[in-house]
């Protein structure tokens, strides 16, 4: 692979969800994770890029991260997915408004769902989808680096974590020292800490961490300084 992996970040919303649109320029494949708000913005990055969104997927369905799910499946026609355990969180978005007092966006069906372990893939990169509960009970966090080389006589399939293109885009499971809250409804504080314990901190430690608000980390950084992780 040539060129690098199109990584775009932006901060939407009045909560600033780290919206993140992954590209490839090779094949102008991508999929856009947490549209929270500001589709138009997202667009003209998709735009910029001459992209073509291929999936949209949502880390959980707190109204910062799903926010604009709907128009830009309208405008994209990409399939939505989420895990099938925050659809009853994503069913009530009329009162995450309220608390918020913010008018109920616009709300669409969403009946794609994805798995732990499942794998998303666009041009020559892919997500892996690892399921972290606890933030919220269907919170995912994923993987994502290049398509694994097909294997050949004699020499094993590379692994996606091997190259520059690998980070983990963890929503609001784990931040730069801190972790998600859990006070919400559907949130439980034991299983965040084993979410991050079990499913995160094994990852390899240069590991780049893109949260769902705030800075870009490390898991090796996070494993020493986090105080919730101690
Ligand atoms: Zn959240
Ligand atoms: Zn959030």
């Known amino acids: 692979m040539s060129q690098e992996l199109i990584h775009e970040i932006i901060p939407v919303g009045m909560l600033q969800c780290n919206c993140s649109i992954l590209g490839d320029p090779a094949t102008g494949e991508a999929i856009v994770v947490d549209p929270g708000d500001e589709v138009e913005r997202i667009l003209a990055v998709v735009r910029r890029h001459g992209l073509k969104v291929r999936t949209i997927v949502s880390t959980h369905t707190h109204i910062d991260h799903v926010g604009g799910l709907a128009e ?33 966006p616009v709300m669409m069906r969403i009946q794609d769902f994805v798995r732990d372990g499942d794998t998303l893939r666009w041009g020559g990169y892919q997500a892996r989808v690892l399921h972290t509960p606890g933030h919220t009970p269907g919170s995912i966090s994923l993987v994502v680096g290049a398509n694994p080389a097909p294997p050949t006589e004699g020499r094993p399939a590379a692994t996606a974590d091997s190259t520059a293109s690998a980070r983990l885009l963890a929503g609001d499971t784990l931040f730069q020292g801190s972790i998600g809250r859990t006070d919400l409804p559907g949130g439980s504080f034991p299983q965040i800490l084993a979410s991050i314990r079990e499913k995160l901190l094994v990852l390899p430690e240069d590991l780049v961490v893109y949260p769902g608000h705030g800075d870009t980390t490390t898991i090796g950084s996070e494993r020493e300084f986090n105080p919730f992780l101690r």
Do not use: C, F, M
């Open 72 to 104: 830009l499946h309208r405008e994209t026609g990409a399939p939505v997915l989420i895990h099938e355990a925050d659809l009853e969180l994503y069913k009530n978005l009329d009162v995450q408004a309220q608390w918020l007092g913010i008018p109920t």
